[in-house]
């Protein structure tokens, strides 16, 4: 019964039929993906990610994002509820012989937000694709630490 099995190990073909197929498929998949990103600018590229950093510094909140190749004006920044909305859009157009294309980077991160802060006070800054933004806390807010006792 094995003998009916073309794929089977030690003869001449001992490739599965969907293997082929799974190569293929991932073949055409890789010539797409790298099709797509030789057109696109390196700035573009590397703004999928970014990286976030949260501190709690006592009286106030300090959030980093890095966001390199954006200007100070492409950022809207909003507290809704106890959250910290941040977008970045970049558009980009160009125009070259007989053609013209748009590039849009985008960027969206929220950030919860502790309830007793002041939003009145809060401070962005942007600096060498650094995004800083200073969250402080109420003044009549004060944290208290609460010790555990062994029981």
């Known amino acids: ?8 190990k030690g003869s001449a073909s001992s490739r599965h039929p969907l293997e082929e197929v799974r190569r293929d498929l991932t073949s055409l998949v890789d010539r797409f993906r790298q ?3 030789e057109g696109l600018e390196p700035w573009f590229d590397r ?3 970014w990286g976030l950093d949260v501190r709690d510094e006592g009286q106030e909140m300090i959030i980093e ?3 390199p190749g954006f200007e100070a004006g492409d950022f809207d920044i909003e507290i809704r ?3 910290l909305v941040i977008k970045a859009e970049r558009r980009e ?3 070259q012989k ?8 985008h960027l969206e991160r929220t950030v919860a937000v502790p309830p007793e802060i002041d939003s009145s006070r809060i401070q962005a800054t942007y600096k060498n694709g650094v995004l800083e ?4 806390r109420s003044e009549g807010e004060q944290r208290k630490r609460i010790p555990v006792q062994k029981a």
Do not use: H
């Not at 933004?133 to 402080?136: F, T």
């Open 35 to 37: 099709s797509l990103s």
């Open 81 to 83: 509820a106890n959250y």
């Open 133 to 136: 933004i200073r969250i402080p």
């Open 47 to 49: 703004q999928r990610f």
């Open 65 to 67: 994002a890095e966001a």
């Open 1 to 8: 019964m094995s003998s009916l099995n073309p794929w089977r």
């Open 93 to 95: 157009e160009t125009t």
């Open 98 to 105: 007989e053609s013209r294309s748009l590039r849009v980077g």
